[in-house]
Structures are given as structure tokens and as C-alpha cells.
């Protein structure tokens, strides 16, 4: 006796047996029993889902005669009576199967539409199945148009696809339409586990696992692999032979790559890379099953309560929830991403494994080791300074320090690095003013004595005379280096300079430079010269506060603490100590994540701190970065103090109504 395969002894006889396509059978049956039967059909959907299946179902529901011949449409076929056993058989007159693959021309359709004009011999309604009607050619679709649309009210048409985008729209039009999806990988296993149950063939819960996966959505595919696997390990099904048969890579390589790429581990990578190529392991399955394994890591980190609700039989799904929170979730994006276009990359390289090794590594590439580079953008202001700078730098020493009018600040007193523009000096160069950016109009008259003027809150300074404000600096920058510089020693506070007709004409400028690093963010939100200390700079101290600073601050500098750790380390609050266990504040939810509150306590405990930490939402009064914040506003207020007092930008200002333009004064 012939052996009998199991995709072909396990086929479903009736709708209860079918598995996965539940919304198909539900339509139906729920049709079969109303009696509102459309005349044609269509079910589409990939290889192995039960197309063919459904289609001998149905025409055995329609035929159906029952146990006692006396049956009429149902949707439960007694599975008995000859019309039944005639259609499983494949001998029923009445039920026609024609592959389109094969006959795919207009004079195969037009025989099988000839045999419409006839009633059933024995059954109660014509079926024809067209399997893989795609297939067809227009021709042969054209001519079954006509017949498809108004057919006898004894034929049914049953038509199937793996590919609905071929099939005209002139015939979807004239047809139900139903898709049949992929089956879950834990529909086939509880089919397979059902199956081999009564097959009697003792099976380790891994390989048929492995074989659920390796099916790819279909169950025709996975009894093949079944029996493939039962052939392969001599009646038995155990992980190691299935795992060989189907070419797998052991998991355990992926759980050791992606342990390895969390912790930032080079070594560890390269050496499993390099046992995957010494046990001829595919770099193409490798990367794909990291694909699998990084998925649910990424749910599991979206959902917590699902990775707290993993089957504890499956070590594949607890070493999964493991890894998701000891891997960041940006870094499992990145490198689910990585994986993902890697494996294009394989056929550019000369060798795969090199390859793999280069994806990888790309991700320790790509791994913050600390503060993120900041973009620097230079505004027009900034840009003009810079040049004046650089083309004030050659004349600077040859413009000696007068002595009464410029105080001795020493390199540890200097309190700011900023640009100083003076404007209009026909006959003489002041030298540079410390720590500021200094404008002043061209004077109509002799300066007078007259008490200094207030100091502008405005966030832009004037524009020049004579000139809009976008071609002053380019001006300035011009005329730095053509004047000759001077000293100032024989320069005369009481009277006026005298002027030649083209220098009135043409005021010159004069551009004393000194070096400047302005923040972008600071540079585009200027801060008056009287503007109170931002909020996010006020807290109260607390004893436990001072514990905590200098606890986040050593971290810092040790980059222990990174990103989204480093931030929630920076805004927390430290409220009390018990022991190795600190409770911890934070006002924004979002940095409440569970990933990075493990890996701060992991930082802290490896710094010898807490072992445990708990945090929870409300008010920060006291936090490292509030106290930060605060010493910046500080070192600030020194500056604009220190600048403000100076009696040389104090003359400028006294004099020549120079000002300071607020956000310009910046501490060393």
C-alpha cells in the first residue's frame, strides 16, 4: 500500500476542519444556510492556505445527499453519501477541476463552457473550479465574460489565484471575493502538534516550532516539512536534526550577537561572525533571524505587559524579553533597520560573512559612547564677526594695551569672548574692549560729557548710518584691514576731529577684534542684561540634593550614563536613602522608562551606590540639572557685572553712545 502524504490525508472534509480562515468559513457557512448563494466565487491568496481545499468543500456542501439520500444544501457535507466521496475521490461528473496554468487558451475555455448548456447528471449543481485562473489569456477571459455573468442557475463558478492582480477587473466585477491569509506560525504548530498526535510520532516542541516558522504562512508547506523532518530523524522530530535539515541558524548565535551589540561588545561579535562562517551557517538566514528576534524585542519594549506574559515553556520568548530591556529602544530600531537592509548588501560583497560582520559592527558604529555632537549654525551676525576677527588678528599686536583706559585682566579673569564693532574713528584706533559687542552711531559733533547712556534692551542693534544693516558689516569687515592702525596716546577726548569732505561722505569703520563662541540656541534667544533668572534655574537646596549632584556629575564625567539615561539621572530628584535602595523624582513621565531606570541602576550600583532604585512622578525642587542651570545663570551675571563695571566700555559707552547688545557677553 502506498504511503499517503500528510498534506494530502489531513486535508479538511469539512469546514469545521479547516484552521486560520475562519472569516472565509463564518461567509460561508452563513450563505450555505440562508441559501443566498452567489454563482461565482473567487479565492485568493498565497501557496498552501487552503484555496483548492475550500472550493471541494463547497461543492460538496451544494451536492451534499445525506446519510439517507435525502440531504439538500448544507454547510456541514456528511462526508458518506457518493456525491461526498466522489468529489474527495476527484470522479464526480458534475464537479470539474481545470488548471489555467496548463490550459490557459480560449479553446480549453471554450470546451469547458460547452458542457454549461447540459444539467447535472447527479448532483445537484454544476461546479467548475478554475485553479490558478490568472493564468488565463484575455482571449480566454473574454470569452468566459459572458457566461460568468448571467450563468445557468444550476452552474456555479469557482475561480483561484495566487495572484488577484492579474485576474481583470471585468471578472472581480463579477464575483465574491474572498482572500484567505497566511496562517500564524502558532496556528501551524497547533495543527502540527494535532497531527503528530495522531500520526504517533514523538516530536521536541523546538523543532516544531522551527518548522512553523520555516512554513512561512502555509499549512501545506509545514506537513511537508513534517514529513520531510520524520523521514530525516527516522520517526522522530528533535530540534537538532530539524534544525540541520532546514539549514537554521541556532538562535543562540542571535541571542549572542544582539547581547553582544548591547553591551558594545566588538570581540564577542567578530568571534560569533567568525563561528557562524566556521559551522557554514547562513549569513542570509543570520540576519533574518535577528530580524525575527529584534520584532519582538521592539514589542515587548512598546507592550511591557506582554513580555511579562511570555510562555515560560519557550526559552526562545524569555531570552527575547531579556534582551528587550537590556537593549534601548532606539538602538533595537536601528539595528532591526540595519538588519533589514543588510541583507541586500550580502550579493554586493565578495564574501557574505565579511559582510555580516561589516552590518554588524555598524550598529557599535552608530552607538552613542557620549554627549551628542552639537550643529553649530552661525547666524549673519556671527558670520560677520568671525571676519572681523580674522582680519583684526594680524593687527593685533601692533596696537599696544593703553595704559589708563583698559584695566589688567588676567586669563582667569576674562570673563567673556565676544566681537567689539566701534564706529565712526577717522583718525585713530581704539583698542579692543574686553568682553563685549560694542556699536556706536557716528558722532554729528565733539563728544560731550555727558553721564553714559542707558543700556538697550532691544535684541538687534541699529543699523549704521547711512546704510541698511546687511551691507554695514560686510562695510566693517572691508575696512578692517585696510586703515593703519594707530595708538591712542595722542588722541583728544576734547575736541573734534578734523574731517576731510570725503570722510564725511564716507564714514570709515574700524573693527577691533577679539575671539567669540556663541551657542546657536542662545545666539537666536538673546537675554537682556536685567532679565531675571529663568525658572528652570531656580531651585532649594536639599541635603540629599548635594549627595545626588555630585553622585550624576562623577557618572557624567565617567560617561557611565548616556542619552536617555543621562537625561533621567540630570531632571531626577533624589527624595530619600534607605540603605542601597534611593527613591528617585521625576516631573515628565517619559523619561519613567523601564529601560533606562535598569541601566541607571546598573550604573549607579557599579559606582557603588544603590542597588535598587524606584522612581516616581511629581514636583523637582532640587535636581542636578536645576542646580547646573543655576551656576551657568551665575558665571553669567559675573560677566555682564564684570563688563558692565569696566571703565573703558564704560568711556566707549560715555562718549561715543556705544552700547552693549544684550546676549553678546558670554562666560569663558
Known amino acids: 500500500m502506498s504511503y499517503l502524504v500528510l498534506a494530502r490525508k489531513y486535508r479538511p472534509r469539512n469546514f469545521t476542519e479547516m484552521v486560520g480562515q475562519e472569516h472565509v468559513v463564518q461567509a460561508l457557512t452563513n450563505a450555505l444556510n440562508t441559501r443566498r448563494l452567489h454563482h461565482a466565487y473567487l479565492f485568493t491568496g498565497t501557496r498552501g492556505v487552503g484555496k483548492t481545499t475550500v472550493s471541494r468543500i463547497l461543492a460538496k456542501s451544494l451536492n451534499c445527499q445525506g446519510t439517507d439520500g435525502q440531504g439538500g444544501i448544507t454547510a456541514t457535507p456528511c462526508g458518506v453519501c457518493s456525491a461526498c466521496t466522489d468529489i474527495d475521490s476527484g470522479r464526480f461528473p458534475d464537479y470539474t477541476e481545470l488548471d489555467a496554468a496548463s490550459n490557459r487558451g480560449v479553446d480549453e475555455v471554450q470546451n469547458l463552457l460547452e458542457q454549461a448548456v447540459y444539467k447535472p447528471v447527479q448532483g445537484r449543481f454544476k461546479v467548475f473550479m478554475i485553479d490558478e485562473v490568472h493564468m488565463l489569456t484575455n482571449t480566454a477571459f473574454n470569452a468566459m465574460l459572458k ?345 583728544d577726548r576734547n575736541q573734534a576731529p578734523a574731517q576731510s569732505s570725503s570722510a564725511q561722505a564716507a564714514p570709515e569703520y574700524v573693527a577691533i577684534p577679539v575671539r567669540e563662541s556663541p551657542e546657536p540656541g542662545e545666539r537666536l534667544q538673546p537675554l537682556p542684561l536685567s532679565a531675571p533668572t529663568p525658572v528652570s534655574a531656580r531651585y532649594t537646596p536639599t541635603e540629599e540634593g548635594d549627595v545626588w549632584h555630585t553622585t550624576v556629575q562623577q557618572m557624567v564625567a565617567a560617561e557611565a550614563i548616556t542619552a536617555l539615561v543621562r537625561e533621567l539621572a540630570l531632571q531626577s530628584q533624589l527624595v530619600a536613602r534607605d540603605g542601597s535602595h534611593w527613591l528617585l523624582r521625576v516631573e515628565r513621565e517619559s523619561l519613567n522608562q523601564p529601560t533606562a531606570r535598569e541601566r541607571l541602576r546598573a550604573a549607579l550600583e557599579a559606582a557603588g551606590h544603590a542597588a535598587q532604585i524606584t522612581v516616581e512622578v511629581g514636583v523637582v525642587i532640587d535636581s542636578p540639572a536645576r542646580r547646573n542651570a543655576a551656576a551657568a545663570a551665575e558665571r553669567q551675571r559675573r560677566a555682564e557685572e564684570i563688563v558692565n563695571n569696566d571703565p573703558f566700555v564704560q568711556s566707549l559707552m560715555r562718549d561715543y553712545g556705544a552700547r552693549i547688545v544684550p546676549g553678546s557677553i558670554k562666560p569663558a
Open 147 to 491: 457566461t460568468l455573468e448571467e450563468p445557468p442557475e444550476y452552474l456555479k463558478f469557482v475561480l483561484a489565484t495566487t495572484d488577484p492582480q492579474k485576474v481583470p477587473v471585468t471578472v472581480l466585477s463579477r464575483c465574491l471575493q474572498f482572500n484567505l491569509r497566511p496562517m500564524a506560525p502558532e496556528t501551524v504548530l497547533s495543527h502540527l502538534t494535532q497531527v503528530l498526535s495522531s500520526e504517533n510520532v514523538s516530536s521536541e516542541p523546538q523543532a516544531l516550532r522551527l518548522l512553523s516558522r520555516a512554513a512561512r504562512g502555509s499549512m501545506r508547506d509545514a506537513l511537508s516539512l513534517t514529513d520531510q523532518a520524520i523521514a530525516f530523524g527516522s520517526g522522530q522530530l528533535q530540534e537538532a536534526a530539524v534544525r540541520q535539515m532546514l539549514g537554521a541558524v541556532d538562535r543562540s548565535y542571535v541571542f549572542r550577537l544582539i547581547d553582544a551589540l548591547a553591551q558594545g561588545d566588538g570581540k564577542t561579535v567578530v568571534e560569533t561572525s567568525d563561528s557562524l562562517r566556521l559551522n557554514g551557517l547562513s549569513a542570509a538566514s543570520t540576519l533574518e533571524e535577528m530580524s525575527a528576534v529584534l520584532q519582538r524585542m521592539a514589542v515587548f519594549q512598546a507592550v511591557p505587559q506582554m513580555a511579562g506574559a511570555v510562555d515560560a515553556d519557550d526559552p526562545e520568548a524569555l531570552e527575547t524579553a531579556r534582551l528587550a530591556a537590556l537593549m534601548p529602544a532606539d538602538e533595537t530600531q536601528l539595528l532591526y533597520s540595519l538588519c533589514l537592509h543588510g541583507r541586500a548588501e550580502l550579493g554586493l560583497a565578495p564574501d557574505e560573512y565579511a559582510a555580516l560582520t561589516m552590518v554588524l559592527l555598524r550598529l557599535l558604529a552608530f552607538k552613542p559612547q557620549g554627549e551628542p555632537a552639537e550643529k553649530k549654525t552661525l547666524t549673519r551676525t556671527e558670520t560677520a564677526s568671525s571676519g572681523l576677527a580674522a582680519a583684526g588678528s594680524a593687527a593685533a599686536p601692533a596696537v599696544p594695551a593703553p595704559a589708563t583706559a583698559t584695566p589688567d585682566l588676567t586669563p582667569a579673569a576674562r570673563p567673556t569672548e565676544a566681537a567689539v564693532v566701534v564706529a565712526p574713528v577717522p583718525t585713530a584706533v581704539i583698542s579692543p574692549a574686553p568682553a563685549a559687542q560694542i556699536s556706536a552711531p557716528a558722532p554729528a559733533s565733539a563728544p560731550s560729557q555727558e553721564p553714559p547712556p542707558e543700556v538697550s534692551d532691544a535684541s538687534e542693534p541699529p543699523p549704521w548710518p547711512g546704510s541698511d544693516e546687511s551691507d554695514t558689516l560686510g562695510v566693517a569687515a572691508s575696512t578692517a584691514t585696510a586703515l593703519p592702525v594707530r595708538t591712542t596716546d595722542s588722541f
